[in-house]
C-alpha cells in the first residue's frame, strides 16, 4: 500500500502465505469470511461467510493492500485527514469518502468492487457497515505504536530500478518475491528540475531486524536480486546515511567555531552497577554498527568496545539484569547471533576480575570515541551529534509525536507510498528541523 515514497505491503496481515501462483502473488489457501455489522454501530456483530471461495482477482488483492495500508498502524497515525473522519462516527468512514483518495479512485470508482474484494480479505483488519456503504477499522484491533529508530534497524536500501519504473511496476516487484515487508519506501527527488520523480531507489522494511539481517547476510554471500535483469545494490538503512553523510561532509571547509558544550560533554555513565556482555567468534569484517544492530531492538544507549579486524569485542548494558535478559531474549527459540558478515557468540562476563579488565576497556574506548567527536565537531564536521544530526536531533525522527493530534499537518494525498521526512535532504539522509508528512505527490 502506497503513501508518498512509501509501499506498505501487507501491514496487517498476520498469515503467512505458504505458496505462489504462477504470476508470483500469494495463493488464498483457504475461504475467508468478513465481519459486517449494523451501520448504528450497536447492533451484533455477526461474521458471515463468503458466498464463494474463489481468489481476490488482481485488482481486488491491490484494493485490499491499499485499503489495509491506509487504515495499518504505519498510516493512520499520522494521515490527520483519515483520523479525523474515523472520530466523527464510532470509526466508520463513508465508502465515498474513500473514493475520493488517489489511488484508490485509480483502482476503481465504485463502492460495490471494494465492498466485494474485502469480502474476501483474510487479514479481518476491516468492517463492512451492513448496507455496504462505509467501511471501518476493526475496534479490537488496537494501533500499534511505530517505533521509528526500531524500524532503520530492520530496513535495507535498495537500489538500480529504472528511473520510469511507476509505483505500481515497483509493488508488483516486491508482490512477487519470497520474502515479507512491511513497508516500501518509494524514494522521490526532493528539489530541483526532477522534484517529485522517482529515485531509482527503495527503501525495504522487514518484519524484524532479524529477518532484514539475515537477507543482506545472503546478499553479502553472493545472492542476487535482479529487476529487469540489472543488479540491484543492497545495504543497510544506517550504512546508506553513514555513506551519505560522510559524502556531504566531504571537502567542507574547516570552521574555527567552538562546538557546543552541551553536545559534546561526555555523558557520564555509571560503571559500578553495569552489566557486560562478551562477544567472541567475531568475524573479522564485521562492524561496529553491525553487531550492535543484533541487540538494539533489546535495548537502547549501547555502546560497544570493537576494533574492526577483531574476533571479540565488549557490550555494555546499564546493568546486569538487562545484560541478562538482552542475550535470553536474541537467543530464545535457537536464534543465532549474527551480522551480515557471519555469527559470533556472546556470554555473560559475571566473574569479577574478567569483568573489571573488560569495565577499564571501555571506558578507554569512551574516552577515545568523545575525543573524536570533540576533534570532529572543531573541524566543522560532525558525526552524528547534536541537533538535527545523523541521530535525528531536536524535533527530528517522525513527525507529529502524538500520533492522535488534531494538528492537520501537510497535504492530504492517501497513496500507497509513504513519503520520507521533510527532515532530510534530497537523499532522505536526517539533517534538521520539525518533519512534517508530505503526502501529495504521486
Known sequence: MVENGSVDVKVEEPEVHSTTGEDGQPVESEPSSVKEEATNGGGKETTTPLVTEEPPSELEKNIIRQIEYYFGDINLPRDNFLKEQTQIDDGWVPLDTMLKFNRLNKLTKESKVIVDALKKSKSGLMHISEDGSKIRRDPDRTLKVVNFKEMNARTLYMKGFPKTASVDEVLGFFYGLPFETENINYRRERSGESKGEFKGSVFVAFKSDREAMDYLSKIKNGEKLCYDGVELEICSKEEYYAKKVAERNKGKPNKASQPNKEQREQKKFDYEKCGVLKLFNIDPNSSRES??????????????????GSTSAFLRFVDEETAKN????????????ATPEGEFNAELISEAE???????????????????QNNSGRRGGGGGGGRGGHRGGRGGGGGNRNPFSKNRGGKRDHHQVS??????????VPVAKHSKFDSDQE
Open 419 to 428: 513519503s520520507e521526512a521533510k527532515n532530510t535532504d534530497n537523499d532522505g
Open 326 to 337: 538482552v542475550l535470553v531474549k536474541a537467543t530464545e527459540d535457537g536464534k543465532k547471533l
Open 291 to 308: 553487531l550492535k544492530t543484533v541487540f538494539r531492538s533489546y535495548a537502547q544507549d549501547l555502546f560497544i568496545s570493537y576494533e574492526k
Open 354 to 372: 574478567e569483568k573489571e579488565k573488560a569495565i577499564e576497556k571501555l571506558k578507554q574506548d569512551e574516552v577515545e570515541f568523545f575525543a573524536r
